[in-house]
């Protein structure tokens, strides 16, 4: 399985972005799709996840303002970033996991900043 996240960039505080997930490779066994972030100096995090196409879970700091979704058969899932925020600043990694593996991709960069 590869992911190619995209979509990152400079925002100012208040706007917004989406970033995107390209899926390739056997992805018949994937069951959990989602997003995470590493800010700098920090841990990364898991910011959204999907199972079955459907958003379970949220991290309480984005929750309202970000929406995770995925397109066609598992082979593009994105992430709508609104009203964000400095603190949203931060490497953001797509992840897909299934039969005990875990899939990342590069990262994309967002930073928000006026």
């Known amino acids: 399985v590869q992911l190619q996240a995209s979509g990152g960039g400079l925002v100012q505080p208040g706007g917004s972005l989406r970033l995107s997930c390209a899926a390739s490779?056997?992805?018949?066994?994937?069951?959990?799709m989602g997003w995470y972030r590493q800010a700098p100096g920090k841990q990364r995090e898991l910011v959204a996840l999907?199972?079955?196409?459907?958003?379970?879970k949220y991290a309480d700091s984005v929750k309202g303002r970000f929406t995770i979704s995925q397109v066609s058969a598992k082979n593009t899932m994105y992430l709508q970033m609104n009203n964000l925020k400095a603190e949203d600043t931060a490497v953001y990694y797509c992840?897909?996991?299934?039969?005990?593996?875990?899939?990342w991709g590069q990262g994309t960069l967002v930073t928000v900043s006026s």
């Open positions: 992840n897909a996991m299934g039969r005990g593996t875990s899939y």
């Open positions: 999907l199972g079955g196409g459907v958003a379970t």
């Open positions: 490779g056997s992805l018949g066994s994937i069951v959990i």
